[in-house]
């Protein structure tokens, strides 16, 4: 097993196991060698038993290749994606049942996603900024600073003191229920900035009033991925 060890301005140490089973132990900077070394053997056994699980998890969902074929979802659906190989501008159309990506012949898995990505930001942005000025006018919120991104290990995430709020792009992948618990996830940190009982409390409270299931389905949900929702025909 190997272990890469980074050192950073961090006051403990902590592990990360990434989706592609690699494993880092962040360490402070004055940490010693053996220190570290002991840590890393007292956590053996969740090592291995984390990248035990991402690599099942990789097995299960093979990394896309954004290529004809695929599967794709907007909103919860699944669209099979169609790629038209052609030199100009790239551009992506969503349909009924596919999603057609315009791009050049030797366009890379990379920038494949990215052009994809760049579609789903536009049918993103717009649902998500109805969602925040809902939620706005119900809690009486001043005016929030908004960052859309690609996030590796969180839905969204908010810095109550300055009313900012970061959210997944993946969410576009879900359906809106999703993002609405996201939402509201985020906006009742503007309360609770921890997840102590009351605002696990304050949270299912506002989802019950948008008629959402509880905090603890609407999780299970997001983790069973978007193509378990549309087989069990949610």
């Known amino acids: 097993m190997i272990v890469d060890v980074v050192r950073k301005d961090v006051k403990r140490l902590r592990l990360v196991v990434k989706t592609n ?3 880092t132990c962040v360490a402070p900077y004055y940490c010693s060698e053996e220190s570290i070394q002991s840590f890393i053997n007292d956590n053996e056994e969740w090592i291995l038993k984390t990248t035990d699980k991402m690599q099942r998890k990789r097995e299960k969902n093979p990394p896309l290749q954004y290529t004809t074929g695929e599967k794709h979802f907007l909103w919860g659906k699944p669209l099979t994606l169609l790629l038209k190989e052609e030199r100009g501008r790239p551009s992506v159309t969503f349909g009924e049942n596919e999603i057609v990506m315009y791009c050049s012949p030797d366009s890379t898995i990379d920038e494949r996603k990215m052009i994809l990505y760049s579609a789903y930001y536009l049918q993103f942005k717009p649902e998500l900024q109805i969602m925040i000025e809902k939620w706005q006018h119900r809690m009486n919120v001043p005016p929030l600073d908004i960052t859309i991104r690609l996030m590796r290990t969180e839905w969204g995430s908010c810095t109550p003191k300055k ?13 809106k229920e999703c993002m609405e618990y996201i939402v509201i996830h985020e906006f009742t940190h503007l309360n609770y900035p921890n997840h102590s009982q009351a605002f696990w409390t304050l949270c299912d409270r506002r989802l019950s009033e948008a008629c959402l299931p509880d905090s603890k389905t609407m999780k299970k949900r997001l983790a069973a991925g978007p193509n378990m929702l549309s087989q069990n025909g949610h």
Do not use: A, E, K
């Not at 009313?163 to 359906?175: A, C, G, K, S």
């Open 21 to 23: 089973g690699s494993v």
């Open 163 to 175: 009313y900012r709020m970061t959210f997944n792009i993946d969410l576009v992948r879900f359906p």
